[in-house]
């Protein structure tokens, strides 16, 4: 199995703080991403990489951005935090498969519990 | 809008016991499914998963049958056991490289 480590599990940032979450992956897969998860939200993807300094945006970008310079490590950086950005953030990873269809499955990292006061 | 759903937000059953989770899907083009299990504090791990070409997988305690008609999908766990209690997110993925994810169901196995 992959081995995704996020950098901290638990974090407390004022608001208008930058926050900078980082994800690093033991293998050489090329796909990349970042959700939140929020109660009785689900999952929500935030942004994707399938390829070093490649990114897309996900169902709720705004607020975030990302950074990928290597293959193994992908950030996700708060601007400028605010408390509706308080949530539990996931990264996950996946090989690509079928082309251009991600049809396997993600292994997702402990998570980063974020809290903005 | 959310192509995955997930309507029961919570389920409670006794040890032993069957749990069923239900899964609806509204892109007629997904055509390969996952189950996630979530315990708090900790990442997703994947459980099971089925593809469109059948209608029923099976691991172990784990069963998930598909109904492309009707677009929805099941997760069976027989026995229930007090370890099974967990968020259990159904997902599927979309046309680019990500998983769609529904909100997740809350299960609660007691003894």
């Not at chain 1, 897969?29 to 999952?43: A, K, V």
């Not at chain 1, 996931?90 to 997702?108: H, K």
């Not at chain 2, 006794?14 to 900790?42: H, V």
Request: proline residues 4%.
């Amino acid at each position: 199995d992959v081995k995704v480590t996020q950098s901290s599990r638990y974090l407390v940032k004022r608001t208008g703080e930058k926050v900078f979450l980082e994800c690093v992956q033991d293998m050489d897969h090329e796909n990349m991403f970042w959700y939140r998860q929020d109660p009785g939200l689900g999952l929500r993807l935030i942004y994707f990489s399938y390829d070093v300094k490649m990114k897309e945006k996900g169902d709720i970008p705004e607020g975030y951005s990302v950074s990928r310079e290597k293959k193994e490590r992908f950030s996700l950086i708060l601007e400028s935090a605010s408390t509706n950005q308080t949530s539990m953030y996931l990264c996950a990873v996946g090989a690509a498969a079928g082309g251009l269809r991600g049809t396997g499955e993600l292994f997702f990292g402990e998570g980063s519990r974020l809290t903005v006061l | 809008d959310q192509q995955v759903k997930q309507n029961s937000p919570s389920l409670s059953v006794q040890e032993g016991r069957i749990s069923i989770l239900n899964c609806d899907y509204t892109n007629s083009m997904f055509d390969y499914f996952l189950w996630y299990k979530k315990y708090p504090a900790e990442g997703p791990t994947f459980l099971i998963s089925i593809s469109s070409i059948k209608d029923k997988n099976e691991d172990g305690r784990f069963t998930v049958f598909l109904n492309k008609s009707a677009k929805h999908l099941s997760l069976h766990i027989v026995p229930s056991q007090p370890g099974d209690s967990a968020v259990y997110f159904c997902a599927a993925p979309d046309s680019g490289y990500a998983l769609n994810f529904g909100k997740g169901t809350s299960l609660l196995v007691t003894p």
